[in-house]
């Protein structure tokens, strides 16, 4: 349950997109680090009182190890100018029945200037679908195609598996003039458009933002339990199944790993085996890249040859990879390690945007 904490803000820290990250002072003398969004709780400023949800810091969970701003309760934020009796503004409900509701404007429902666009749209055309199983993936993704498609409209589809609001993530903040746009789906929220489904996103993906490629994965702070099927990750196995339903071409980045040090992420992660191998119904392009370290390329052969009776096992070419990830524009990490740290990891996922792009129609 929530443990409820109450402080003045002391400083103001980092800012990006949506997000404001600060020092909260304690009644008893200590100091906490925490995260407000502006768009749900207003600017903080130093001296204001702040109420706070402290449970996922106190026990060490979580991407960020922020406290969550709840509110101000001493200088609340003004209502939105729209009316509020009227679904003219939207009436889009997500993290529904929780304190902090938003209502927000669907990208196809009847106030939406996209409505038309969408109202039979059910098809993509052939578009070309990267899934991936954590958010770390999107920016190596994100290189691979850029590698060899600079120009290319690559759409980004935050799935609720991780971290509900798109403002959480710093490298989404930093990726924003790289990206077509964001469309958060399901209970996700704060993207350049909102969705109701995966299959509404992906469609607005292609007929609104003109997408040429689009990625689909959890925001920060992928949630497993140790088990095979306890993991939000197993939603990359929905995301093939309505990509192929809707025409679209689905590409898997497999998580690989050489440094993870636990046994079932190490070679090809269960969580890839899991969601494309039992989850996937509709075939997809699974993506290894063609030089692998000998003993670990052995070890994902071997990992993935049940699974090659359903899907497609591409090699792909890693010549000038390397660079593109080290030429990223935002930080790469997964799991607390680095490129260098981990580069069989990014490495896959930076092929899977390279093969994505050979799939363009």
Do not use: C
């Not at 768009?39 to 406290?67: Q, W």
């Not at 469309?183 to 458009?193: E, H, P, S, W, Y």
């Amino acid at each position: 349950m929530v443990r409820w904490r109450t402080g003045t803000v002391a400083t103001l820290r980092r800012q990006w997109t949506g997000a404001v990250e600060l020092d909260v002072d304690l009644p008893d003398g200590t100091r906490m680090r925490a995260l407000a969004y502006p768009e749900l709780v207003g600017t903080p400023e130093p001296g204001d009182r702040v109420l706070l949800n402290a449970g996922a810091l106190l026990m060490g969970l979580g991407t960020g190890g922020y406290a969550l701003v709840v509110a101000l309760p001493d200088r609340l934020p003004p209502d939105p100018p729209d009316a509020g009796d009227t679904r003219d503004a939207g009436h889009l409900v997500k993290a529904r029945y929780t304190p902090l509701q938003p209502i927000l404007l669907g990208v196809d429902e009847e106030a939406s200037p996209h409505r038309a666009v969408l109202a039979d749209a059910d098809d993509l055309d052939g578009m070309p679908v990267v899934t991936a199983d954590l958010h770390s993936a999107l920016p190596a993704i994100l290189a691979g195609i850029r590698a060899d498609a600079p120009r290319a409209r690559v759409a980004y589809l935050l799935t609720d598996g991780g971290a509900l609001p798109a403002w959480f993530s710093r490298t989404l903040a930093g990726l924003r003039a790289d990206l077509a746009g964001t469309i958060t789906v399901g209970q996700a929220f704060g993207g350049d458009l909102e969705a109701t489904t995966l299959h509404g996103g992906l469609l607005a993906a292609r007929h609104v933002l003109d997408a040429d490629l689009a990625v689909v994965a959890q925001g920060p702070g992928n949630l497993g339990t140790g088990t095979r099927w306890g993991f939000s990750g197993v939603a990359v196995g929905e995301a093939v199944n309505a990509s192929a339903t809707l025409g679209g071409r689905p590409v898997g980045s497999l998580r690989i790993s050489a440094a993870d040090p636990r046994p079932r992420h190490r070679g090809v992660s269960h969580h890839s085996l899991t969601a494309y191998g039992r989850v996937a119904l509709a075939p997809a392009e699974l993506v290894v890249p063609d030089d692998l370290e000998p003993a670990l390329a052995a070890e994902v052969d071997a990992a993935l040859a049940p699974l090659a009776a359903r899907h497609r096992i591409v090699r792909v070419p890693t010549a000038g990879l390397d660079a593109a990830l080290r030429a990223s524009v935002v930080p790469l990490s997964t799991m607390g390690r680095g490129l260098d740290a981990d580069h069989s990891y990014f490495l896959a996922a930076a092929a899977a945007g390279r093969h994505a792009v050979t799939r363009l129609p």
